[in-house]
């Protein structure tokens, strides 16, 4: 390797790592924030909390990976512009394709080792991880009564002042309005002076022993003497039983996730797909035998009651028929026959969508582990000739063009797949739709950086923008005066 491939390569490997390194630690950051309502009150030993983010933390290389080459290129070739590093390399014979090559061959071992991170390593995390979160949500089910506070559990709302105890299962002034759930009405209030909580890691259900309190309800009286009739009683132990499974959204989503494609390689995805396609097939064929046979027993069984009508006659000789009963009779059972399609057709729509539905989700994750790949080399193409343009190095100008490009990435990238899922375009150009919108920007920047009509074209794409601006300015003063 020559010393100036060496000086180049090291550059941009000192400003990569150490931009993936900052990027990485804040989207897990922002990671934790999301996951803040699972882990918090859990009493987690700091073991689980890192095991907890080791394991989420892979989920974010797909995104972290492409915007740290995207700014990692600008920042390098923008401080090589801004320093006139780049114009003596050009000076002396080096074009950007030959300063750009021995980065293209780090780019293009990153993509390879990205395929493979993405391929094995991710889906095997992605496991570990929601199972992780699952284990996590159901350590505490008596979490979902918080002190100080009315917690909304369904048809009733507990207020406890005070929780203490090793597990915080002791209560202190329990408070608890019951509602009907016929007049959805608050007509039932408990309230004891101590309580505890009882709780089973294997079952959601949550047992609340209150001790010392009264129970109040206010009673509907047939009588219109009785204004205001009520029942007070008191007790010195009641039991409760609260179902808290009804109310944890968290463990909703986790059964939604526990037969996601993200946690599938290619052979994996591969496999699955076809077996998918091959139910999906013998789904529409069986419907549509059933849908054939009802209607051939629909017809035979009206055959023996009106041998005349239902002869076998041509299409035209129907308008021909003189009797008024025959035509009603006919007309009838084919109204008849056609609604009993529709009503089939109508029923087996939705499950048909949601199959395909999910077919699609999983040929999305089979493209996108692809489209990860690519989109490293895509980012350096975009980046490295943007920074030769701007010709500014640092944190400033090359961040806010890398957020710009990567939020239209992003934004792109999301819609597409979100359309493919929802059979608007078919799953492989909503993986790659982001791809090849931001193509021809890679190959415009390399060619305008390399034919040097970018060095100062910034200038130039900046200038229409802010003459509108000024315009449209100086009109607004001249109208205010």
């Known amino acids: ?55 989420y933390s892979p989920k974010m290389i797909p995104m972290v990976l492409p915007l740290s080459v995207l700014l990692a290129s600008i920042m390098t070739f923008g401080d090589f512009s801004e320093n006139y590093e780049f114009a003596a390399m050009k000076s002396s014979g080096i074009s950007l394709q030959r300063a750009m090559r021995s980065l293209i061959v780090f780019i293009l071992i990153l993509s390879a080792v990205s395929f ?17 979160r699952r284990d996590i949500i159901h350590t505490k089910p008596a979490m ?31 408070t608890i309005h019951v509602i009907n759930q016929q007049s959805s009405l608050n007509k039932t209030v408990i309230k004891a002076k101590t309580g505890k909580i009882e709780t089973n890691e ?46 944890d959204k968290s463990d909703q989503e986790m059964q939604e996730i526990s037969n ?37 027993l ?21 308008l021909s028929i003189k009797k008024r009963t025959q035509k009603i009779s006919l007309y009838a059972n084919a109204s008849a026959v056609a609604e009993n399609i529709r009503f089939n057709i109508t029923n087996n729509k939705s499950a048909l969508l949601e199959k395909n539905k999910h077919i699609n989700r999983h040929w999305i994750a089979f493209y996108e582990k692809f489209v990860i790949a690519f989109s490293c080399l895509l980012m350096f193409f975009i980046g490295a000739p943007l920074g030769a343009i701007i010709r500014k190095g640092g944190l400033g100008l090359p961040m806010v063009f890398a957020v710009l490009i990567f939020i239209s990435y992003h934004f792109i990238n999301t819609f597409g797949k979100k359309l493919a899922q929802e059979n608007g375009i078919p799953p492989f150009f909503g993986a790659w739709l982001s791809t090849l919108i931001l193509l021809p920007m890679a190959i415009t920047f390399t060619y305008k950086a390399t034919k040097d009509r970018g ?10 923008v802010t003459n509108y601006l000024k315009k449209k300015f100086k009109k607004k003063q001249q109208n205010n005066s």
């Open 260 to 296: 996601t494609a993200t946690m599938m390689n290619i052979s994996q995805l591969t496999y699955t797909i076809d077996s998918l396609n091959v139910n999906y097939t013998n789904e529409i064929k069986t419907q549509v035998d059933a849908d054939n046979s009802n209607n051939r």
């Open 1 to 55: 390797m020559k010393i100036l491939d060496r000086y180049i390569l090291i550059s941009f490997v000192k400003t990569f790592f150490s931009v993936f390194a900052i990027l990485f630690f804040i989207f897990v950051l922002q990671g934790i924030w999301v996951f803040i309502g699972d882990i918090a009150g859990k009493d987690l030993d700091f073991i689980t909390i890192f095991k907890f983010l080791f394991f």
């Open 455 to 464: 060095i100062n074209s910034i200038d130039n794409l900046l200038y229409p």
């Open 298 to 318: 629909f017809l035979s069984n009206a055959q023996k009651d009106n041998d005349i009508v239902y002869k076998t006659i041509s299409l035209d000789s129907l």
């Open 116 to 132: 493979w991170f993405v391929n094995n390593v991710a889906p095997k995390s992605e496991f570990k991880f929601v199972n992780m």
């Open 144 to 174: 979902a009564i918080s002190a100080g506070q009315f917690n909304d559990l369904g048809a009733m709302n507990i207020k406890v002042d005070e929780k203490y105890g090793e597990k915080d299962e002791k209560l202190r002034n329990v």
């Open 202 to 247: 294997n079952s959601p259900i949550l047992k609340l022993h209150l001790y010392d309190g009264n129970y109040y309800e206010d009673v509907t009286s047939r009588r219109s003497s009785d204004t205001k009739p009520f029942v007070k009683s008191e007790f010195e132990h009641y039991i409760m039983s609260i179902d808290v499974s009804e109310f």
